[in-house]
C-alpha cells in the first residue's frame, strides 16, 4: 500500500476567543500584544484528519505549511510533536497587509514550488478573520477541486477521496479524485496530543533564523540530523509578481477600523432578592413580553 | 451602470431564505445606483423559479438548469458564475454566508481576482478617497463586518477590482417582496457551454437533509448561555426556564466550543441572528460577534457575575449573580405570577 504526500495548511492565530480582563486597555479596547499565539483550533482538525490517513497508510508523510513571522515557527514544531513529518515557514514582509486573495496567492505559488502532493488539508476556517476563504482560494489557485466543511475523512480508495461533509441541515457524503483540498469543520474529532517520544525527537527542529538568533550551529547539527531543519522560505525560493503580494495585490482594503467601546444604555438593575425577582417577572409578564 | 448580481441558492427547488434577503438588499443597492438587478438561479427543474425571484424587483434572471447542477457542488456553479461574471461585469455580487455561498464565493472571487468579505453585517454605499494615490472612488460598496474576535467593526472597500463581492448571514437583512407583479426577463443559459465535463469530477454519493429540529430564529423568546454558564449539566437549568416560558435555549460561541451544546443552537456574526421579543442573556460576556446576532432583540435581560460584562451595555435589566440560583427563583416567581 503506497503512502500520500499530505500539506496542511495550518496558521498561527491570536487567542480571540477568551479576550480576558487583562486584555482590555483603559479606553475599551482590545491590547492585541496581549493575547497569547495560538495554533489554528480548525487547523487542528485538520492536522488530525491528515495524521489518521497516516496511520492507515505507513509512508504517508504530512508536511506543514504556514506563512507569517518568524515565531509562526511555533507551530511548525507543535505539528511535529504530534506526528507531522516536516514544515515550511513562508516568511516575508512583502506578505505583509495580504488579504485571503494575495495569501492564497502566496500560498499556492508555494504549492507550486514544492509540488509533489496529494491531499492538501486545511482548517475551515481562522478564529482571528473567520473568513473561511484561503482553503478554496488555494484551490483554485492549483486549479485542483474543493471539498469544504469536511468531518471525516471516510476513505481513499483507487484515487479517489470519500469524504463526509457537515452543512447547516445535515451530512453529505462526497467522492473526489486526488489530488484535491479539503477543508475541516471544528465538529471533526480534536487533534491527538503531543507524543512524548516526538517532543524529544524535535524539541531542536527550528529554522535557520532561529538558530542565528540562538547563536547555533546549525550547519553541522542540520547535516547529522536533517529532520531538524525546519524549512524557512521567503519571496526568494518561490516564483511570485511582487505587484500580486501584500496590501498591492489585494483587493480589499481596510477603509477603517472601529474599536469596540461599550457605552452602556442604562439598564435597571435587579437585584437577586426574592422581591426583585418577583417584580422582574411581573413587570414582563405585564408588557407581555412573557406569558 | 454595471449591475448588482445576486447568487440565489436553490435547496430542493425552493429559493433559499438568505437568497430572498439578499435580494431585498440587493434592490435597494441597485436602486441606490440607479443600475439593474439581476439574479442567477442554477439547479434543476427551475421552471416557474422566475415566480419566487422577480418580486424581489429583479429585473434580470440569469437561469442554469440540467440534471447535474443539483444538489450543489463547487465546480459546475463556479464555471458558470465566473463566466457569466466576465460577460455581465457586474459591479456588486453577493452570496448567502451558508456553506453554499461561503465554499463558492471565494473560489469565483480567486478565479476573477476580485475582493470578497466574508460575513458582513452591513452593506453600504459610499465614497472612497486613497490619499497615497491621490484617487477617488464614487459610489462604492462598504462591506462592514466584525473582525479580530469582534474587538473591531473593519470597513471594507475594493477600489479597483470587480465584482465587489460580499457575503451575508441568514437572518442579517430583513427580507422584502417589492412587488408581487414585477415584470423581469429570464435569459436561460446554454449549460453545455459554461461547463465542462471536468467541472463533474466530485460524486454525491449520500445526502441526508435533516431539517433541525432547533427553531431559535422563529423563537419568541431566547435562553441564551455563555460560557460562564459552567457546564453542561448547568445548562438544563436554561432549557428547563425556556421550556417555562416558551421560548428556546441558544448559545454564544464560547459556550458551544467548550461543547455545552450543539452547533445549531449559536447566535451571533458566525452562528444565526435573531431578533426576540425576549432575549434571556446567561453567563454571556457579550464580545461584539455575539452581540451582532442578538441586539436587536426588543428586550435583552444580562445575568452575570461580571458587573463589567459588555452585555450589560446593551441590556435592559441587569442581574449581578450566579445563574445556577437565578434561573430557578425565575422559574418560581414566573409561575407564582401566570398561577
Known amino acids: 500500500m503506497k503512502g500520500y504526500k499530505i500539506i496542511v495548511l495550518a496558521k498561527q492565530v491570536p487567542d480571540t476567543r477568551n479576550v480576558g480582563k487583562d486584555a482590555m486597555k483603559a479606553d475599551g479596547t482590545v491590547n492585541r500584544a496581549a493575547l497569547p499565539a495560538i495554533f489554528n483550533p480548525e487547523d487542528l482538525n485538520a492536522l488530525e484528519q491528515a495524521l489518521r490517513i497516516k496511520d492507515k497508510f505507513p509512508g504517508t508523510t504530512i508536511t506543514i505549511l504556514t506563512m507569517g513571522p518568524g515565531r509562526a515557527a511555533e507551530i511548525i514544531r507543535e505539528g511535529l510533536f504530534r506526528g507531522a513529518d516536516d514544515g515550511i515557514l513562508l516568511t516575508d514582509r512583502a506578505f505583509a497587509g495580504s488579504d485571503t486573495l494575495a495569501t492564497s496567492y502566496a500560498i499556492g505559488q508555494t504549492l507550486k514550488k514544492h509540488g509533489n502532493f496529494d491531499i492538501i488539508i486545511a482548517g475551515r476556517q481562522a478564529i482571528d478573520g473567520d473568513t473561511a476563504q484561503v482553503g478554496p482560494q488555494v484551490a483554485e489557485k492549483l486549479g485542483i477541486p474543493q471539498i469544504t466543511y469536511a468531518e471525516d475523512i471516510l476513505s481513499i480508495e483507487n484515487g479517489k477521496v470519500a469524504v463526509k461533509r457537515r452543512l447547516e441541515h445535515g451530512v453529505e457524503v462526497v467522492k473526489c479524485p486526488i489530488p484535491l483540498l479539503i477543508t475541516v469543520n471544528s465538529s471533526a474529532p480534536d487533534c491527538r496530543s503531543r507524543n512524548a517520544r516526538l517532543i524529544m525527537k524535535y524539541k531542536h527542529a527550528k529554522t535557520i533564523s532561529e538558530m542565528q538568533e540562538a547563536n547555533e550551529d546549525y550547519v553541522h547539527l542540520y547535516n547529522d540530523r536533517p529532520y531538524l531543519s525546519i524549512k524557512e522560505w521567503t519571496v526568494q525560493n518561490i516564483d511570485v509578481d511582487p505587484n500580486e503580494l501584500g496590501l498591492t495585490g489585494s483587493p480589499t482594503k481596510v477603509k477603517n477600523v472601529d474599536n469596540v467601546v461599550l457605552q452602556s444604555k442604562g439598564a435597571k438593575v435587579v437585584s437577586t432578592s426574592d422581591e426583585d425577582m418577583n417584580q422582574l417577572m411581573r413587570e414582563l409578564i405585564e408588557s407581555h413580553t412573557i406569558g | 451602470m454595471n449591475s448588482v448580481f445576486v447568487y440565489c441558492e436553490i435547496e430542493d427547488g425552493q429559493v433559499a431564505e438568505v437568497s430572498m434577503e439578499l435580494l431585498t438588499k440587493g434592490r435597494a443597492l441597485a436602486t441606490e445606483l440607479k443600475c439593474k438587478l439581476e439574479a442567477i438561479a442554477i439547479g434543476y427543474q427551475l421552471d416557474g423559479i422566475g415566480k419566487d425571484i422577480f418580486p424581489y424587483g429583479v429585473d434580470v434572471l440569469h437561469v442554469a438548469d440540467d440534471k447535474r447542477l443539483a444538489p450543489y457542488t463547487t465546480l459546475p456553479h463556479n464555471s458558470i458564475v465566473v463566466k457569466l461574471f466576465q460577460e455581465e461585469k457586474p459591479q456588486i455580487a453577493l452570496m448567502g454566508a451558508s456553506s453554499v455561498g461561503r465554499d463558492l464565493g471565494p473560489r469565483v472571487s480567486s478565479a476573477l481576482h476580485s475582493g470578497l468579505t466574508a460575513d458582513c453585517t452591513s452593506l453600504v454605499i459610499g465614497n472612497h478617497e486613497d490619499k497615497k494615490l491621490g484617487k477617488e472612488y464614487k459610489n462604492l460598496l462598504y462591506q462592514i463586518r466584525p473582525a479580530f474576535g469582534g474587538n473591531i467593526i473593519a470597513t471594507i472597500v475594493n477600489p479597483e477590482c470587480r465584482p465587489q463581492m460580499a457575503t451575508v448571514r441568514e437572518g442579517v437583512m430583513k427580507k422584502n417582496i417589492l412587488d408581487p407583479d414585477y415584470k423581469g426577463v429570464i435569459n436561460n443559459l446554454d449549460v453545455s457551454k459554461y461547463t465542462t465535463d471536468a467541472d463533474f469530477v466530485v460524486e454525491l454519493i449520500e445526502r441526508h437533509v435533516e431539517k433541525s429540529k432547533i427553531n431559535i430564529k422563529g423563537s419568541p423568546?431566547?435562553?441564551?448561555?455563555?460560557?460562564?454558564?459552567?457546564?453542561?449539566?448547568?445548562?438544563?437549568?436554561?432549557?428547563?426556564?425556556?421550556?417555562?416560558?416558551?421560548?428556546?435555549?441558544?448559545?454564544?460561541?464560547?459556550?458551544?466550543?467548550?461543547?455545552?451544546?450543539?452547533?445549531?443552537?449559536?447566535?451571533?456574526?458566525?452562528?444565526?441572528?435573531?431578533?426576540?421579543?425576549?432575549?434571556?442573556?446567561?453567563?454571556?460576556?457579550?464580545?461584539?460577534?455575539?452581540?451582532?446576532?442578538?441586539?436587536?432583540?426588543?428586550?435583552?435581560?444580562?445575568?452575570?457575575?461580571?458587573l463589567e460584562a459588555p452585555i450589560n451595555s446593551i441590556a435592559d435589566y441587569v442581574i449581578t449573580g450566579d445563574v445556577a440560583e437565578i434561573l430557578p427563583k425565575m422559574i418560581k416567581y414566573y409561575k407564582a405570577n401566570t398561577k
Open chain 2, 221 to 306: 423568546i431566547i435562553v441564551a448561555g455563555g460560557y460562564g454558564v459552567g457546564s453542561k449539566e448547568n445548562f438544563d437549568l436554561l432549557f428547563e426556564l425556556a421550556e417555562v416560558l416558551g421560548g428556546e435555549v441558544g448559545a454564544s460561541r464560547a459556550a458551544v466550543d467548550a461543547g455545552y451544546v450543539e452547533h445549531a443552537r449559536q447566535i451571533g456574526q458566525t452562528g444565526t441572528t435573531v431578533r426576540p421579543k425576549l432575549y434571556i442573556a446567561c453567563g454571556i460576556s457579550g464580545q461584539i460577534q455575539h452581540r451582532a446576532g442578538m441586539e436587536e432583540s426588543a428586550q435583552i435581560i444580562a445575568i452575570n457575575t461580571d
